[in-house]
C-alpha cells in the first residue's frame, strides 16, 4: 500500500451523523483522490485534488465534502446527506494529476452505517 | 463517453496454466491503459500501464498486457497461473490532458491447486 495511510480500518456510525476519513501520504505526491467502492460497480471518484487547497468533484460528490490544507492530507467527510454511505473507501495519490502517472492506494477504510 | 469494460465478472484457471483477463476500452483518441489487482480487504496495487511505444507491455509478478488498438482491448496475461495470483483485477483507461482514471468493474481471477 506505499505510504499512503487510511485510519480508521473499520468504522461504523449511527445514520445521521457526518463521520470524516483520513487519508495521509508521505510520498510527496502532488494529487490526491477519494474513491468508493461497492461490490460489482468497480471503483467511482468521489472528489480529487491536484494541489494543495484545490479540488474538484469527481463523478459521485453529492453528499461528501473534502479539505486539502496540507499536501500530505486529503480527509474525505461523508455526510448525513449521503443516501448510502456503507461501502469501502479508498483514497489514491499520484505525482501529479493528469494521464500519464499511475495512482498508488491506501489500504482502505470500510465504512458502515447503520 | 469514455469508459471501459470487462467482460467477465471471474475467471477460473488452474495453476501452471496460462491466464487471460480481457478488457476492453471506448474508442476516443489515444487511451492510456492501466491493470490493477486488489486483495481482499486492500487498496489496489499497480500491475502495468501502456502509454505509448511497444504494444506488449511488462509489470510486475510475471504479468503483462497486450494494446491492441485495432480491437481496442488491452488484455492481462500470464503464461504459467499461481493460486496466490487470485484476487480483484481492475482495468483502467484514461486520455491525454485528463485528469480522471475510469475504472472497470473487475473480473475476480480465481487459480485453483
Known amino acids: 500500500d506505499g505510504g499512503i495511510t487510511q485510519s480508521p480500518k473499520y468504522l461504523f456510525r449511527k445514520e445521521g451523523q457526518n463521520v470524516t476519513l483520513s487519508c495521509e501520504q508521505n510520498l510527496n505526491h502532488d494529487a490526491m483522490y477519494w474513491y468508493r467502492q461497492d461490490p460489482g460497480q468497480g471503483l467511482r471518484l468521489i472528489y480529487y485534488?491536484?494541489?494543495?487547497?484545490?479540488?474538484q468533484k469527481g463523478d459521485i460528490a453529492e453528499g461528501y465534502s473534502v479539505s486539502r490544507e496540507k499536501k500530505e492530507s486529503f480527509p474525505l467527510t461523508v455526510t448525513s446527506a449521503q443516501k448510502n454511505p456503507t461501502a469501502f473507501y479508498l483514497c489514491?495519490?499520484?505525482?501529479?494529476?493528469?494521464?500519464?502517472?499511475?495512482?498508488?492506494f491506501g489500504p482502505g477504510t470500510r465504512l458502515t452505517v447503520t | 463517453a469514455q469508459s471501459v469494460a470487462q467482460p467477465e465478472d471471474q475467471v477460473n484457471v488452474a495453476e501452471g496454466n496460462p491466464l487471460t483477463v480481457k478488457c476492453t476500452y471506448s474508442?476516443?483518441?489515444?487511451?492510456?491503459l492501466f491493470w490493477y489487482v486488489q486483495y481482499p480487504n486492500r487498496g489496489l496495487q499497480f500491475l502495468l500501464k501502456y502509454i505509448t511505444g511497444d504494444n506488449l507491455v511488462k509489470g510486475s509478478y510475471g504479468f503483462e498486457a497486450e494494446f491492441n488498438k485495432s480491437q481496442t482491448s488491452f488484455h492481462l496475461k500470464k503464461p504459467s497461473a499461481l493460486v496466490s495470483d487470485s484476487a480483484l483485477y481492475f482495468c483502467?483507461?484514461?486520455?491525454?490532458?485528463?485528469?480522471?482514471?475510469?475504472f472497470g468493474t473487475g473480473t475476480r481471477l480465481q487459480v485453483f491447486p
Open positions: 485534488s491536484q494541489i494543495v487547497n484545490d479540488f
Open positions: 489514491a495519490s499520484s505525482h501529479a494529476a493528469g494521464d500519464l502517472y499511475e495512482q498508488y
Open positions: 474508442v476516443s483518441g489515444n487511451p492510456y
Open positions: 483502467a483507461v484514461t486520455y491525454p490532458n485528463t485528469d480522471k482514471l475510469i
